[in-house]
């Protein structure tokens, strides 16, 4: 969220106070009052409920108090105005867990209980595939944040995952947008329950760190209607987000926090925000752009008021003579501040343009009962069931994306396992930036396995490999590895990327991680050469990721028996990955998107630009266009290591005949899917839609539906996909609209996009 160098050393300090730790007052969840409203067009309706009262607040509001509402006055804290009681906004990060205390200047309370839940990461959870998961996941956020006195949650972060590189892959859900809008829905409406607003970010075209505070994105009005806008317009509309965060980046010349066709004409216009739409840390540049162009909050930090034991922004002058002025903050300084209230001074018809913008931040504040007499239920904290829901997201999003021989899952029985790979017992929840949690606790992969196991098994233990950038394979390590490789029953290797930084070095040693992209796709520290030295050694070998994003395996996939995708599986992580590898749950995971054989097949690499041309601006066009991620793989038939939609089961499903019913624009599937395989499990069935005929290239099929079907071994269930008319247009340039091309549609039902079980038609 920071600018690179204000994050590098917002990090290192917040480190610095992460052994602060309250009593903790677990205490269970409550639920809200106000429940967000259900998924329809009307879902901003709730942010107008109390416009009357707002009206009289804002004619009581002096020119300078209603300028103090749009701008930070602390860290994470903006506007405040206690002669009318008008509190304080808090926000905080993040996407998949409360981040350490960020109160005034971020200085924890004294007793503060700032050690959370901590969620697996976004990606995780858009690979659970089931949107009830999304709701309560939402919650624990939404919680924890109340508990914590947080009136913003700053999460989801829903950007497209376009480039394998980009470092916040992690924070994001899928490439596809389809996906991404079902699972964020959900999410929202979960946090939203508990009294404190969501707040989507990052709006809009922010898929890469790498120059993402200079980078002017272009791409076409199909590719920002088909691809990049669907999961914003979903907040919006059905998950009735209160607000929304604007990104770093320039998007067609101008910068997207200050873009009038992003705020105005797109958000605030034709979908309807109600709400507010706050700035990234630092991602406002001008005060005349930022106050006509859609930015209704500007946020941001300075470090050396972070710590200060005086609030700066209430400092004043000596007050020896009545002369006296106020000492102007830091904060007093920003773009939306004293040059905002001169701007208005000198040009009076942009008051009612300063009021639209305080408007939409008491909007909020009335909708999370800050104001107004309604109050929030008490949140709660790290509590057993925030806990079992991180082990529910992790096991539901762990993917098996290879079992050959059905080497997995291993059996209990095993006298000795070998666990190998220095990320079986790293923690990674201090890393990733604005993703950086103070975890209650954290399981390994290690400590996991042992849980499981019990005294019973030998488990042994062998790093492998050292982290540090640049580290190549310590011959002595892997000499030890295979060895104990060799020794053992099984082996558990447990490798892929790291989360975080090396605080000392900021990105010498950053991967996944916000402000850095990732240097290649392939797994640091050398580890390619020890898992194939590794898997020689003893055939029965599981490999296990972790990770944001796709991972270049093709150097030993051949090789190896069984590959789990476990991303970063949160605090339970290591007991979700036992459970999975040792049968106590069956996976059911899949991938979010798709995994190249090699970084140069992805579309970002092969018809895009990444990172960017060289030059002052820095531009990059986004030439790969719709053709993201499957979209490119399937239509232009480039054969992927591990397809979209793609995990495996322990169990086998079979897919009955499809029956269709077309409506004049619309269609509805219904097929019977059964567990014909020994175990219970869980398959998620994805209905692709390929068009026929049309004016306008499109690609190979596309997501429009798809179900999580829970079924005991035998069971059958019948279920029934609907297809809506927007699951047939596309976006017309010429008509500036989206256009439903009369014809014939096939329709492919499967497994993932490239396991197709059964298909029919529908004429439209």
Request: proline share 6%; net charge neutral; hydrophobic share 40%.
């Amino acid at each position: 969220m920071q600018p690179l160098a204000i994050r590098a050393q917002a990090l290192l300090a917040a480190a610095l106070f992460c052994a602060t730790t309250g009593a903790a007052q677990a205490q269970k969840p409550k639920p809200s009052t106000r429940v967000a409203s259900s998924a329809s067009p009307n879902a901003q309706q709730a942010l107008l409920s109390h416009e009357a009262e707002i009206t009289a607040l804002l004619a009581k509001l002096t020119l300078e108090e209603k300028v103090h509402m749009i701008h930070a006055n602390s860290a994470f804290a903006a506007g405040g105005v206690p002669r009318l009681g008008i509190p304080e906004i808090m926000t905080s990060d993040g996407p998949h867990g409360v981040r350490p205390e960020q109160g005034r200047n971020w200085k924890p309370p004294v007793g503060a209980n700032d050690a959370g839940t901590y969620l697996p990461t976004n990606n995780t959870l858009a690979a659970t595939w089931n949107p009830a998961l999304g709701h309560a996941y939402g919650t624990v956020l939404g919680s924890e944040a109340n508990a914590r006195g947080k009136d913003i949650i700053l999460g989801p972060g829903i950007n497209i995952v376009r480039a394998p590189l980009n470092g916040r892959n992690f924070e994001y859900l899928s490439e596809d947008p389809f996906l991404v809008s079902k699972m964020v829905v959900g999410y929202i409406q979960g946090v939203q329950s508990q009294g404190v607003s969501a707040c989507v970010k990052h709006y809009a075209a922010n898929n890469q760190e790498e120059h993402r505070n200079d980078i002017d994105v272009d791409m076409s009005e199909r590719a920002l209607r088909e691809i990049y806008l669907p999961g914003f317009k979903a907040a919006v509309q059905q998950g009735g987000v209160y607000s929304l965060m604007g990104s770093y980046n320039k998007f067609r010349g101008t910068y997207a926090t200050e873009n009038a066709y992003l705020m105005n004409t797109i958000l605030k216009g034709e979908w309807g925000f109600k709400g507010l739409v706050m700035s990234d840390w630092g991602s406002v540049h001008d005060t005349q752009e930022a106050l006509r162009n859609g930015t209704d909050l500007e946020m941001g930090t300075d470090l050396s008021l972070m710590y200060s034991s005086v609030d700066q922004s209430q400092a004043t002058a000596s007050a020896s003579t009545a002369a006296a002025k106020p000492v102007r903050s830091y904060y007093d300084r920003f773009f939306l501040a004293d040059p905002a209230l001169e701007a208005i001074k000198k040009d009076p018809t942009l008051l009612p343009v300063l009021d639209d913008k305080v408007r939409r931040i008491l909007r909020v504040m009335y909708a999370t009962h800050q104001l107004g007499p309604a109050k929030r239920q008490p949140g709660a904290y790290n509590t057993k069931e925030h806990q079992a829901t991180a082990l529910k997201v992790a096991e539901e999003g762990i993917v098996l994306l290879k079992n050959e021989g059905n080497l997995l899952p291993f059996k209990k029985s095993v006298k000795t396992v070998a666990i190998i790979g220095a990320n079986a017992e790293r923690m990674n929840s201090m890393g990733g930036g604005s993703g950086q949690i103070k975890a209650k606790y954290e399981i390994s992969a290690l400590q996991g396995i042992k849980n499981e196991l019990g005294s019973q098994v030998n488990v042994t233990y062998s790093p492998g490999y050292t982290i540090a950038r640049g580290q190549k394979a310590d011959p002595q390590l892997m000499q030890q590895a295979v060895a104990a490789a060799k020794a053992a029953d099984v082996v558990i290797y447990v490798g892929g990327s790291i989360h975080g930084y090396d605080y000392s070095k900021w990105s010498d040693n950053a991967y996944d991680a916000e402000g850095v992209d990732k240097p290649d796709m392939n797994m640091p520290f050398g580890q390619d050469e020890l898992v194939q030295a590794v898997v020689a050694a003893n055939p029965r070998t599981a490999v296990v990721l972790l990770g944001g994003g796709p991972i270049d395996v093709s150097a030993w996939a051949g090789q190896a028996k069984s590959i789990v995708e476990a991303w970063y599986p949160g605090m339970e992580g290591g007991n979700a990955l036992a459970h999975i590898l040792f049968g106590d749950v069956n996976p059911s995971g899949k991938l979010p998107f798709t995994f190249p054989v090699k970084l140069e097949d992805s579309p970002a690499m092969k018809l895009g630009e990444y990172p960017s041309t060289p030059g002052n601006p820095l531009k990059q066009t986004y030439k790969d266009d719709i053709y993201v991620g499957y979209r490119y793989f399937d239509t232009y038939k480039v054969a992927p290591q591990f397809a979209f939609g793609h995990g495996l089961s322990y169990t086998t499903f079979q897919y009955g005949a499809l029956t269709v019913t077309p409506g004049q624009q619309s269609a509805s599937v219904k097929l019977t899917v059964t567990n014909s395989g020994p175990v219970a499990g869980a398959e998620v069935v994805q209905l692709y839609v390929k068009p026929g005929q049309t004016a306008v290239k499109r690609p190979e099929k596309e997501l429009k539906a798809f179900e999580k079907v829970f079924l005991k071994p035998g069971e059958t269930k019948t279920i029934t996909l609907a297809l809506p008319a927007e699951s047939f247009k596309y976006y017309d340039e010429g008509k500036k609209a989206w256009v439903l091309a009369p014809g014939k549609f096939d329709l492919l039902v499967g497994s993932s996009s490239r396991d197709i079980r059964q298909t029919s038609s529908v004429t439209l």
